[in-house]
């Protein structure tokens, strides 16, 4: 016995000694792999100019990504702080870009120029290059005008023309079906309800929408005449004149040269010097971020908030490649409690790019930021291209609102209702049917249309919403709430129409809310501030785990998997009922102009 003991100590021990040595052997693995990193620094060239590629579309925000955060392409936000940093890295010489196809919004434009505008006062130079300006919408060349110097190749065309919008009304396909819609909105212009319910805009949503393209136009010609050195007059009239040819662009001033894509790209290498590399915007930032956030100074909550917003949680991260952005509520306001809690945060900036979405998620949202306000650290929120409905609910108490001339936001409104399908279902020979126990069991049933008390019922739930929105604005806003009810009514303002409006504070972007977040805090104009990020990126691990959750966030999540093998009048029906609210109050702003 005595023998068969000292056995198995001697295998304990052995067995110990073994993990203790891998261990050990993996700490001086990491230990030499630092060595050396530290030795070949980030690996990117001493004299360097950033490759920037505009030519698809670009996402506000990225979700934290427990994979390879470089294999995505950069959003709005990597963008504004790439060029930051590259803007105080002596090595970044200029940046290269390529756009005119991605079909860039205004307000996407207005916030990637500011942060072109802040690179070149830096003294370096952005050249931009375009294979022609294929879309008659105003944000490609917006952006590119506020380069340096900018290119078009040979022939190719200038569609640069101004700001449209379209619409897509379902009632008249509804009726061939014979699906029961019934919507009910807070208030006139809660248009996002009108593609159930009507066969063509409405007066006050053909009015709304004429305004926000008529901001569009006017600030879009403005900004790109000043950037260009034009008379106002003149770019609206070279827009008018299109769609035309380089050519004729060159001539009115509006681009700089032509030539091919290489040439541009010899050209930028050229003006940074002998022995400069291109590189990726992507790589530089996935190379240089980690170092970037290490400035020192006060640390600043960066919570980024993109999409619609839905209850629960998504389970963690973008796995398996999905970046479909959803802004869920549990972890979104989890986010904001754990800045909260944090004692070295002493202010919060909330990036806001979201049409809304649900009311209780965006009221546990909205908590979320009185109760950090409460515990004394400033929320200041940047919007981006789109704040409304929801977006703007969730934005409505924050110390500051910065939105750039063109964020589509307002929309302070609500709308409720469901589409009921029972008699489409027998038109391809099928039949349902459905029994509920109680009044009101089957309320929110897909098969038979709502009962005038039922009707009634969803009508009150409105009022009371749109009641509780109305005074949550008032309150956050510090409006009369009279004031409130005249300029909300689910209207969507452009930024520029907003801020006289008392709706948003002022007219900028990212680094302007920057500025407000230091004067909210007690910041030094000039202090140094280190953006932290919440939430942090989960592990793999913790990812997989996650993944697979049953809430309604994770389901819509992965509705991208499934394919409906329908006729394309069917698949309609059955695409706009999905989105449809169910029953349910949302603050949702759809069918807005997308350019």
Do not use: C
């Amino acid at each position: 016995m005595v023998a068969f003991l000292r056995w198995a100590q001697s295998i304990v021990v052995g067995t110990l000694n073994g993990l203790l040595k891998f261990a050990l052997a993996i700490v001086l693995l990491i230990a030499v792999l630092a060595g050396i990193g530290m030795m070949e620094g980030d690996g990117l060239p001493s004299k360097m100019v950033l490759n920037l590629d505009l030519r698809s579309p670009v996402a506000d925000s990225n979700a934290p990504d427990p994979l390879d955060a470089s294999t995505r392409p950069p959003s709005i936000m990597d963008i504004v702080l790439a060029l930051d940093a590259a803007g105080r890295d002596a090595r970044v010489k200029g940046a290269f870009l390529r756009l005119g196809t991605a079909d860039l919004s205004v307000p996407q434009a207005e916030e990637i120029g500011a942060a072109i505008q802040r690179f070149r006062q830096t003294g370096k130079f952005v050249l931009a290059h375009s294979q022609g300006f294929l879309s008659n919408g105003l944000g490609d060349y917006l952006t590119a005008a506020s380069a340096s110097e900018i290119w078009m190749q040979p022939k190719s065309p200038f569609g640069t023309a101004g700001a449209g919008a379209g619409a897509l009304f379902l009632r008249g396909l509804f009726d061939k079906f014979d699906a029961v819609p019934q919507m009910v909105k807070r208030s006139d212009f809660k248009s996002a309800a009108d593609m159930y319910m009507e066969k063509d805009y409405t007066g006050p949503d053909r009015l709304q929408t004429t305004a926000l393209l008529q901001s569009w136009y006017d600030n879009a010609t403005t900004a790109a005449a000043a950037d260009r050195k034009l008379a106002p007059k003149a770019v609206v009239a070279d827009f008018e004149a299109s769609p035309q040819f380089a050519d004729d662009a060159r001539r009115e001033g509006l681009i700089d040269r032509m030539g091919y894509d290489d040439e541009a790209e010899s050209a930028a290498r050229d003006r940074a010097g002998s022995g400069a590399g291109m590189v990726s915007l992507k790589k530089y930032w996935h190379a240089v971020k980690d170092v970037a956030s290490l400035t020192g100074g006060t640390h600043v909550a960066l919570i980024e908030a993109a999409g619609e917003i839905v209850d629960g949680t998504t389970g963690g991260g973008s796995l398996f490649g999905n970046n479909e952005n959803i802004i869920a509520g549990d972890d979104l306001s989890a986010a904001i409690r754990s800045a909260t809690k944090d004692k070295s945060i002493k202010a919060i900036i909330l990036r806001v790019d979201s049409p809304g979405g649900s009311v209780t998620a965006s009221d546990q949202i909205l908590d979320a930021v009185k109760k950090a306000q409460a515990a004394g650290k400033p929320v200041v929120v940047s919007m981006g291209a789109v704040a409304a409905s929801g977006g703007y609910y969730i934005s409505a108490s924050a110390n500051k609102i910065i939105a750039e001339p063109g964020t589509l936001t307002g929309s302070i409104g609500v709308l409720t209702g469901k589409v009921s399908l029972g008699k489409t279902i027998g038109l391809v020979g099928a039949n349902a049917d459905e029994i509920g126990v109680g009044k009101n069991a089957l309320f929110d049933s897909g098969i038979s249309p709502f009962t005038p008390d039922q009707l009634a019922n969803l009508n009150t739930q409105a009022d009371v919403t749109y009641a509780d929105f109305t005074q949550k604005v008032a309150t956050g806003r510090k409006l009369p709430l009279d004031k409130v009810q005249e300029i909300a009514k689910g209207r969507v303002w452009t930024g520029a129409d907003a801020e006289p409006r008392g709706l948003v504070d002022q007219l900028g972007g990212f680094w302007t809310a920057v500025a407000a977040m230091k004067q909210a805090a007690g910041i030094p104009a000039d202090g140094k501030v280190q953006f932290v990020r919440f939430p942090k990126a989960k592990s793999l691990g913790q990812a997989l785990e996650d993944a697979f959750g049953g809430t309604t966030a994770s389901m819509r999540a992965i509705q991208g998997l499934a394919t409906l093998a329908q006729t394309p009048g069917i698949r309609s029906v059955v695409e706009a009922v999905s989105e449809a609210p169910h029953g349910t109050v949302e603050m949702r702003a759809t069918n807005l102009p997308a350019q």
